[in-house]
Every structure is written in C-alpha cells, then in structure tokens.
C-alpha cells in the first residue's frame, strides 16, 4: 500500500466539533472517488477517514472530521496535525468508490460527517459534468449540522442532473425542510430502486439500518456500495 507524508495546509472547524483538514501529500498516489485513507499513528495504529476531495482537484487532499470531546480515536489525530504540522497516511483504501462507467442514476445516502464521502463522489461528478441523474440525501441530528448545505446547492445550480434533499432528525421551528431519518425520506421518494447504483455512508448502525430497509423494498447488494458494508 503507498503510504506518504502529508503537510496540513489548513484546519478549521466547519460545524461545531467538525473539523475540516486541507492536506499536501509529499508524493502524489491516484486514487478513485469515494475511497478513504488511514493515518499512520503507530505501525498497529491505522485509523480510517474518507477522502473528502475528488481525484480532480490536484495535489490535495481533504478530510471533514468529526471529533467530539473525549473520542480519541479522530482527536489524536487533530492533535498531531497541530502539533507536527503533517501525517504519514497510506491509500487508497476501499471498494465502494465510484463506478464511473455504470450508466445508472446515482443515490446518495448519507449520514453526518459521512457526507465527506459523497462529497468526493459529487466534486468528481460536477468537475466531469457527467450526465448521471444523481440523488444526495443528507441526514444530520440539527440543520446547523449541514456545514456545506450551502456549497451542494450551488452545485446543483451548476450541475443540473442533481438534486438536494437535506434532512434534519431534530429540527427548530424554522427549518422548512424534511425531517425525520434520512433513510425514511429516501424510501418515501422512491418506490422503485430497480434502477439506481446507490452509495451509503456514515456510521455503522446507521448504514446497517439503510441496508435493511433497502433490501426489504427488493435492493439487491450488487447495487449497494458502502465500505461500512463490510464490518457489519
């Protein structure tokens, strides 16, 4: 596995305990849309995040992390990079990464910081202007959570074959948007998913609630990818 040293660039805190990382790899490593990486802390100390920046970009990678008070496992890392200025990662890691020849719409399903996975997947889409009808379905507990709500809708504007539907679990009494779990929006949308190459992240109960209730509306895993997919 190619592994690199990486310079952080910038960080700063996009939402409140998310953070989001602008690295510069020393050696340039190819790597596909909706792939992660693993930080390097120790030989049996790999810790996994999804790239958040497509292969078209250029010399830079980015990460969106989340790091609530007391989770070692991100804060370690957030820590180092302000300490040591750089990281050694090895990549790319992952199989659920784009399938850029399918010619099947796209649905992605995404909770929390999972976002940064459909992120890479939506910056390569848009930057190709590939003619895939793409679906993003966000899910987040609060809409203050939606750090790039923002950022997607300008997307949409510039890359017509894709929708936004942002949906907040616990919403104030101004948001005027959807509520509920992301996964309940998606199955109220469709009634079909015969046709769609459908992409989940975040966490794992999450992605493993996602699955279940799409097998049960007849989705086969063939069309199901999701690197969670293969822990749970």
């Known amino acids: 596995m190619p592994r690199t040293v ?5 960080l700063h805190e996009c939402a409140e305990h998310i953070w989001h990382v602008r690295l510069i790899p020393e050696q340039q490593i190819a790597y596909k849309p909706g792939q992660y990486l693993q930080v390097i802390m ?4 790999k810790r996994s995040f999804s790239i958040a920046s497509s292969p078209t970009r250029g010399n830079v990678l980015e990460l969106q992390i989340g790091a609530t008070p007391g989770n070692p496992y991100p804060g370690e890392v957030l820590e180092a990079l302000r300490t040591n200025g750089q990281i050694e990662i090895e990549m790319p890691l992952g199989n659920a990464y784009l399938r850029e020849h399918s010619e099947r719409p796209i649905l992605l399903i995404a909770g929390g910081t999972g976002y ?5 997947i939506l910056q390569y889409l848009v930057d190709h202007q590939m003619p895939r009808r793409t679906y993003l379905y966000w899910g987040v507990r609060k809409a203050d959570q939606l750090y790039e709500g923002e950022e997607v809708l300008n997307w ?22 959807r509520s509920g779990f992301v996964h309940e929006a998606v199955l109220s949308d469709f009634h079909s998913f015969g046709q769609f190459d459908i992409y989940v992240a975040g966490r794992f109960e999450m992605a493993a609630v996602v699955r279940e209730a799409l097998r049960h509306r007849g989705v086969e895993d063939a069309q199901l990818f999701g690197d969670a997919f293969n822990f749970i």
């Open 6 to 10: 990486c310079h952080l660039e910038t």
């Open 42 to 45: 120790g030989e049996k100390d």
């Open 116 to 120: 940064s996975y459909a992120r890479s």
């Open 156 to 177: 949409a504007s510039e890359f017509k074959d894709l929708t936004f539907v942002p949906v907040v679990q616990f919403p104030d009494d101004d948001w005027l948007g």
